[in-house]
């Protein structure tokens, strides 16, 4: 089982280039980025509704999850620009 569920986050992870590069012909990196992440967020927030996971964090956390956060738009910005 475990490995099924590999194999489809590699495919989707993989499907994320293909569809990146194909919504580059319309659309500008940031506006693809800003997209993703306006959908990306209410659907990790609604898994985390469901799922009740608790997410508080301690203060110190917050410095981490703000430097963990600007490196993953980065990251989504450098793959955009670099299709």
């Keep these: 089982m ?13 499907l994320s280039f293909i569809a990146t590069k194909m919504a580059l012909q319309y659309l500008n990196p ?4 800003a ?5 990306g967020t209410p659907m990790l927030y609604l898994v ?21 956060s600007v490196i ?3 990251h989504f910005l450098i793959q955009a620009f670099g299709l």
Excluded: C, P
Aim: charged residues 20%.
């Design 48 to 68: 985390i509704l469901i799922k009740k996971i608790d997410i508080s964090f301690k203060k110190k956390e917050y410095l981490i999850i703000l430097i963990a």
């Design 2 to 14: 475990i490995n099924l569920l590999l194999l489809i986050t590699v495919i989707f992870w993989g």
């Design 35 to 39: 997209i993703r992440l306006l959908l």
């Design 72 to 74: 993953l738009g980065l």
């Design 30 to 33: 940031i506006d693809i980025i």
